[in-house]
């Protein structure tokens, strides 16, 4: 059990993570209506049909009620950094309409909300894949959707997400009439999109490290600086230039984006005419890195 739950820093993160992703919702989402998929989205509808009820209380009501048929339909695949994400984002939420009420937009630039509602929602989710957290949420519907169909989680996440999105484009007056609302529907659609977009990129750069070919007349103290200084591993071989004829050595070996640059100095200062070939990655699996691609 121990090994599933977070460390200090990880935890730090997630809360961090939470507070961003609750800070979107509330003064960016909620006031112009961007229900950008998730159940952030649905209570945001929920709250303009319904007015009795705030959106953060509609969020805390269908998060538990979903959290409560994932433990039974799911079992120990909705654990415990599920729950409490989504408790908290949820209390969190509530807590930002206690403290800070609005009646309005905080400004009159649409678009300019959005790009920060993408924006914050991008980058706490973000953070919380990488702690391997999540949200629940409809996260919990699509691993249900997966158990019970051929869907796989990012396709029925997808479909859930676009349905909640879709449901802006209807809009019901005070009278019961029934209206269409292109352009919060439009926002919304858009901002679903680049959300996924947003997501996948911030993770990206997260993960990113550089990938070193050093081929030079030092190898051994090249490695050395490898092994003992930036604690890594290196390849090694021996090649010759098609041009000169002249017998080098190739090491390659992968660090993170600080230790490339201390890599990157010290070997132009011992072998001035290496010849260094640096590649950006964000997929490394190993010792060091990812030990697997779960």
Not at 89 to 116: D, K, R
């Amino acid at each position: 059990m121990k090994k599933n739950l977070p460390t200090l820093k990880e935890f730090t993160f997630i809360n961090f993570a939470i507070v961003l992703v609750a800070i979107g919702i509330y003064f960016f989402k909620t006031p112009n209506g961007f229900a950008i998929g998730g159940v952030s989205g649905l209570s945001i509808i929920l709250a303009n049909l319904f007015p009795i009820l705030t959106p953060a209380t509609y969020m805390l009501i269908i998060n538990v009620c979903l959290l409560i048929i994932g433990v039974i339909v799911l079992g120990k695949k909705c654990g415990f950094l599920t729950i409490y994400c989504s408790m908290m984002l949820s209390i969190g939420t509530w807590i930002l309409e206690q403290v800070c009420p609005l009646s309005s937009p905080l400004t009159t630039y649409p678009l300019l909300e959005l790009v920060y509602a993408v924006l914050l929602n991008g980058i706490g989710m973000a953070i919380l894949f990488k702690c391997k957290a999540s949200s629940g949420g409809t996260d919990i519907v699509a691993l249900i959707l997966k158990k019970y169909t051929s869907m796989n989680v990012g396709t029925a996440l997808l479909c859930t997400d676009f349905a909640i999105a879709a449901a802006t484009f209807v809009r019901f007056g005070a009278d019961g009439r029934i209206s269409i609302d292109a352009q919060t529907g439009l926002f919304c659609i858009l901002g679903l999109f680049a959300k996924v977009f947003v997501v996948d990129d911030i993770i990206d750069s997260m993960n990113l490290c550089k990938a070193f070919t050093i081929i030079t007349t030092k190898p051994t103290e090249v490695n050395k600086y490898i092994t003992d200084e930036i604690h890594h591993s290196a390849t090694m071989y021996s090649a010759k230039g098609a041009y000169t004829g002249e017998d080098r050595t190739v090491i390659v070996t992968v660090c993170r984006r600080v230790e490339a640059i201390k890599l990157r100095r010290y070997v132009h200062r011992i072998d001035p005419h290496a010849f260094i070939i640096i590649t950006k990655t964000s997929e490394i699996m190993g010792k060091g890195f990812r030990d697997n691609i779960n």
